[in-house]
């Protein structure tokens, strides 16, 4: 089956713009979670949906945001972007827990540059 | 505080040495995950553990489990310049997931 999809692959934006990201999860999967990697900072928990619900949310300022399509799509959005959201961001999607365990499922990620 | 530690922080070495990183944690949980992740892609899931003294091998990887559920080892033999990368442990108690500091590998041809 086809596995977790991230669009698009990179992209260069200018300090002050917003900016959309799209992820797609394997089917089946209702929860997808996001991730800021920056070198040196590891992965960063931005937020995670389920069933188009917030369930949880890292510490991340309110310019950073999400939402979950009944389809299980997820977008996450920043806006007034700054030089220092410049990362790779991860989407990963799981079944959620399954008898105690899960297993998250990663994108290729999209590299954002913020210019 | 970081939920799970990864040591080392950093390691390169000569290609058909043998190495262990470790994935510590003071927590209890019911599942622990290893992922690789090479530059610019996402983390590729690895193994999960479950059992405590629980040992799965992946050709030259061993993942280890410790008895009491807070920590984990993974040992590779004869690293190949394909392991280079970067390794993570994570857990997910409660279906959110927390990852490690990560072990960036280096195997030198």
């Known amino acids: 089956k086809a596995g977790v999809t991230q669009t698009p692959r990179y992209l260069i934006k200018t300090r002050g713009q917003q900016v959309t990201l799209s992820c797609s999860p394997i089917?089946?999967?209702?929860?997808v979670s996001w991730y800021q990697q920056t070198p040196g900072q590891g992965l960063q928990f931005l937020f995670e949906?389920?069933?188009?619900?917030?369930?949880n949310k890292g510490n991340f300022p309110g310019r950073f945001s999400g939402r979950q399509f009944s389809n299980s799509r997820s977008e996450m959005n920043v806006s007034t972007l700054e030089l220092g959201d410049s990362a790779l961001y991860l989407c990963?999607?799981?079944?959620?827990?399954?008898?105690?365990?899960?297993?998250?499922?990663f994108g290729q990620g999209t590299r954002l540059t913020v210019v | 505080t970081q939920l799970l530690e990864q040591s080392p922080q950093f390691l390169s070495i000569q290609e058909g040495e043998n190495l262990t990183v470790y994935c510590n944690s003071s927590?209890?949980?019911?599942?622990l995950q290893w992922y690789r992740q090479e530059p610019g892609e996402g983390p590729v899931l690895l193994v999960t553990?479950?059992?405590?003294?629980e040992v799965k091998k992946l050709k030259r990887l061993t993942f280890q489990f410790g008895d009491a559920r807070k920590d984990s080892s993974l040992h590779i033999t004869a690293a190949q310049p394909g392991d280079t990368g970067l390794y993570l442990c994570?857990?997910?108690?409660?279906?959110?997931?927390?990852f490690g500091t990560g072990t960036s590998l280096t195997v030198i041809p």
């Open positions: 990963a999607s799981s079944l959620g827990l399954v008898q105690g365990r899960t297993e998250a499922f």
């Open positions: 089917s089946g999967h209702r929860s």
């Open positions: 949906y389920f069933s188009e619900t917030q369930r």
């Open positions: 927590s209890v949980f019911s599942s």
């Open positions: 553990v479950v059992t405590g003294g």
């Open positions: 994570a857990v997910a108690p409660g279906g959110q997931f927390y």
